[in-house]
């Protein structure tokens, strides 16, 4: 039997941190809302992404009532260095543009939205299974899935919102003659590990090398985040800690740093690419997050892109169902991918700047230096890159 159809304003697909941000700001403007995800709630906490938040990604977590953690528990960073030619040269965000990034993991942002979705008895269901969105131009879009107990379930709503990362389902319910994709591949992936040491620096190293690129990241006074430039189709099981650490040593040595070493706790191979879907809705049904953009993860762009686009996204659905009219939406594709098209532009030029091609000639490598040189010897290039790294203001 067909399960009996239940309601709700805003139908959300994907449980991740964009997904569960966007139900916590409709709820505080009194909309109701459903999020569902194939993912249970352990799985999403074990899945480490990038760990800095621009500024107004803090404010949004903090003013919102969603962390706290996020100041007490997160890192505040006043800048980064570029390492290359054999050197670090330090770039001063708070010098240059008066604000600062924190160093908070992505999967710290979604416990926290959990907990708060949680404290204010949010309708979250982890763990289902057959997820579809069906008549998404039509006035009652629907959203059925089969809840982690076996029971199916139909829920129609005013609208629904694809939140579903990058491999999205509801990407593809826009038909191909009304959607535009980007795309571009990388010839690189990050190998990344987790291990347990002390901070090697209390900044973050983007490091330029012969050997390709190194970035030395931290989590917390025991557990280290660092990743280093690998084949796309790179083994991990190829790479034992030994092999690892002397890769890292001898790539950031170039530039005269020492890592503190440890046990390594994980070894990933991050896939690299850049994407974008145009636009971001098709009738009643709306992409936010990694469901409509992907960036490559120099720069740290995807968390903090995704907070912004719901951010947009709660602000328009509010107006929308507040005043009765679905047209007051047409605006959210052109506000979101203004930031989008600026950070997918600010991630590839870092990812290119820093990163040996597999082709790449000694010409290209020292025009790369030349590149950088000018980024950190120019206010007006490293003010470029301090605004662009801290986040431009929502629009
Ligand atoms: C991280 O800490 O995981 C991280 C930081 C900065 C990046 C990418 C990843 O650009």
């Known amino acids: 039997m067909p399960p009996a159809p239940t309601r709700t304003t805003v139908g ?11 139900s916590h700001l409709l709820a505080r403007d009194g909309i109701e809302s459903v999020v569902v995800d194939l993912r249970t709630r352990h799985e999403i906490e074990e899945t480490h992404r990038a760990g800095i938040l621009e500024q107004d990604s803090i404010r949004l977590l903090v003013d919102t009532g969603v962390s706290d953690r ?12 570029l390492a290359f030619g054999g050197a670090g040269h330090r770039i001063d965000f708070e010098g240059l543009v008066d604000a600062s990034v924190q160093l908070y993991p992505q999967t710290d942002v979604f416990i ?16 289902v299974t057959d997820v579809s969105v069906v008549d998404v131009t039509g006035d009652s879009p629907g959203l059925l899935f089969t809840d982690a107990g076996g029971v199916a379930h139909e829920v129609r709503c005013d609208y629904l919102v694809g939140s579903d990362g990058s491999r999205s389902i509801c ?42 690129f190194a970035l030395i990241s931290q989590r917390t006074d025991t557990l280290q985040r ?3 430039q690998c ?38 191979v991050l896939p690299f690419r850049s994407f974008v879907q145009e636009p971001m809705r098709h009738g009643n049904l709306l992409l936010a997050g990694d469901a409509a953009h992907t960036v490559p993860p120099t720069g740290a762009k995807g968390l903090n892109l995704a907070l912004a686009d719901v951010r947009v996204l709660a602000e328009e659905l509010e107006r929308a169902i507040t005043k009765d009219d679905g047209a007051l939406l047409d605006d959210y594709t052109t506000r979101a991918l203004g ?32 590149e950088l040189s000018m980024v950190v010897s120019s206010t007006a290039g490293s003010t470029y890159l301090a605004e662009a790294y801290t986040g431009w203001p929502v629009p």
Request: hydrophobic letters at 35%.
């Open 70 to 81: 996020v100041l007490t528990d997160g890192y505040r960073h006043e800048g980064i260095e």
């Open 112 to 127: 926290d939205l959990a907990n708060a979705r949680e404290r204010d008895g949010g309708d979250v269901r982890f763990g």
């Open 12 to 22: 959300i697909v994907g449980g991740g941190p964009a997904g569960l941000m966007l």
């Open 171 to 212: 990407r593809q319910a826009f038909p191909e003659a009304q959607r535009r994709q980007y795309f571009r591949e990388y010839p690189f992936a990050w190998f990344g590990i987790l291990c347990e040491a002390p901070p090697s620096a209390p900044e973050l190293i983007y490091n330029h090398s012969d050997r390709g």
């Open 226 to 228: 660092m990743y280093f």
């Open 231 to 268: 084949a796309v189709d790179e083994d991990v099981d190829a790479w034992s800690d030994d092999r690892i650490w002397e890769e890292l040593q001898s790539r950031v040595g170039a530039n005269g740093y020492t890592l503190k070493e440890g046990p390594i706790t994980s070894k990933t």
């Open 339 to 370: 930031r989008v098209w600026k950070a997918q532009h600010f991630s590839y030029w870092m990812t290119t700047m820093l990163h040996l091609a597999p082709d790449a000639s000694p010409f290209d490598v020292r025009r790369q230096i030349g």
